[in-house]
């Protein structure tokens, strides 16, 4: 072992706690030895890709088979012994000993959970030592020498797919704030849009309660319903669709098809891949849409490029089940021009340093980058200090309310006050999103 210093990591200890769905996760305090330390907790997904690290549960009985015993057994033994005594200054390193020692291409062994918590916390642990935020920490660090922006938020008015049982076949409907001129100016109005989507829906008897990510579960007769109510909710809102705020969707495709052949439940509609492709350049022409989420399935990369094809240059088409948070994913679909943005989420790649490679991948082939809390969440803000340390000018972290939300939310406008956020704190649009002034309806 070299010099002890405070960098220097003295135990790494890993506790169950309980996610927004109520299910167990897996938290990791990794402590140094003149006292600083860092926590972190694994988010989980539920329309999870099948790229993705994999989470290690118990299976069996308890709490439904979503345990993580075995997940914290690894933490304790195999993780503390292989990081006792190393720096938490040397992220890659550290990142590169956990791949080695899960040994497996998906990280099933030790769980992709007990992994990027661990991997997580080590971070936090070197920006306590050094006594500064973790964004802050970064910024010089990883390179990105302007740390003063603060991403731009896509927030959630409407939940379905996999976190509303399947109520309405789109699984997020969001708004993109673009014409604010601040982090806190996007939620400023976006709150006025929540609660006007909230009256127009109780006041025609189409609110359910809140989906997973705290978004309206409504009760739609028609997928394209929610992109009315959206319309409708931001001019009640007193705002301007398209010019203020804009429609952001997450089709969540594989949710609802696989092999080329999808079914919307709500539209009673089965189509092949040009089928849904053709549906959503139709909303795409007709509706303020800026972004489409995983608009096909991840085993339909012919829809993929024929959708980017189509309409990526006036619109952001990101891939989240397609990239999985992976490098060599996003550098192959580059050469194919398929998508032109990631959604980046530390818990699909498994480690910060795969997280942090997928992110620069994007941003040497020119695509945009959205960073993303996964739909069961917890008090961990990390991404957003992701989010502005490395300069990820998108944050994604679900709807408005529940405090799983709030807390990323509100992350964000502390540290938009710490850096006297200016009238240029937010990022200029993504190059790939198109000019205010290009939509027809306007
Ligand atoms: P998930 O949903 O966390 O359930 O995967 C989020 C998303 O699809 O963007
Ligand atoms: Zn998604």
């Not at 860092?38 to 690290?53: D, L, N, V």
């Not at 973790?134 to 990105?144: F, I, T």
Request: glycine share 12%; charged share 25%; net charge negative.
């Amino acid at each position: 072992m070299g010099t002890l210093t405070k960098y220097t990591i003295k135990n790494v200890h890993g506790r169950r706690v309980w996610d927004s769905r109520g299910r167990p996760t897996v938290e990791v305090d990794v402590t140094l030895r003149y006292g600083a330390m860092g926590r972190a907790i694994a988010p989980a997904g539920e329309s999870t890709g099948s790229g993705e690290a994999v989470e290690r549960r118990d299976g069996g009985k308890n709490f439904g088979g979503y345990d993580v015993q075995g997940a914290l057994a690894a933490i304790n033994t195999e993780i503390h012994i292989a990081l006792k005594g190393k720096d938490v200054r040397d992220q890659e390193e550290i990142d590169r000993l956990l791949r080695e020692l899960d040994g497996t291409a998906n990280k099933s062994r030790l769980g992709g959970n007990a992994l990027i918590a661990t991997s997580m916390a080590v971070l936090h642990a070197a920006a306590a030592a050094e006594k500064i935020p973790l964004w802050q920490y970064l910024g010089p660090l990883l390179g990105h020498s302007d740390g003063s922006v603060l991403p731009l938020p896509e927030i959630q008015i409407l939940g379905g797919g996999a976190h509303a049982a399947g109520r309405v076949d789109i699984q997020d409907f969001m708004v993109i704030p673009v014409g604010a001129s601040s982090f806190s100016e996007a939620l400023n109005w976006t709150a006025e849009v929540y609660r006007a989507a909230r009256n127009l829906l109780s006041d025609t008897g189409r609110l359910y309660g809140v989906a997973d990510e705290g978004g309206f579960w409504p009760a739609f007769k028609s997928n394209e319903e929610g992109l009315d109510v959206l319309i409708c909710a931001i001019e009640k809102s007193g705002r301007t669709p398209g010019q203020d705020i804009a429609i952001s969707l997450d089709i969540a495709a594989s949710v609802f098809g696989s092999k080329r052949r999808y079914k919307l439940a709500r539209d009673n509609q089965e189509m092949d891949s040009d089928g849904l492709c053709g549906l959503l350049v139709d909303w795409v022409e007709r509706y303020p849409i800026v972004s489409v989420e995983d608009p096909l399935g991840e085993d339909d990369l012919d829809g993929l490029i024929r959708f980017t094809w189509a309409v990526g240059k006036r619109v952001q088409v990101v891939g989240d089940d397609f990239f999985v948070t992976n490098a060599d994913r996003l550098n192959a679909a580059v050469k194919m021009s398929a998508c032109n943005a990631i959604l980046v989420n530390p818990n699909q790649a498994g480690t910060l340093s795969e997280t942090k490679a997928a992110f620069d991948a994007s941003q040497k082939a020119g695509y945009g980058a959205i960073i993303s809390a996964r739909s069961g969440e917890t008090e961990d803000a990390t991404i957003v200090h992701l989010g502005v340390g490395w300069g990820v000018n998108q944050l994604k972290v679900g709807s408005f309310s529940r405090s799983e939300r709030m807390v990323k939310w509100n992350e964000g406008l502390r540290i938009a006050e710490s850096l006297h956020e200016t009238s240029g704190g937010i990022l200029p649009l993504d190059g790939n999103l198109p000019p205010r002034n290009a939509f027809p309806w306007n």
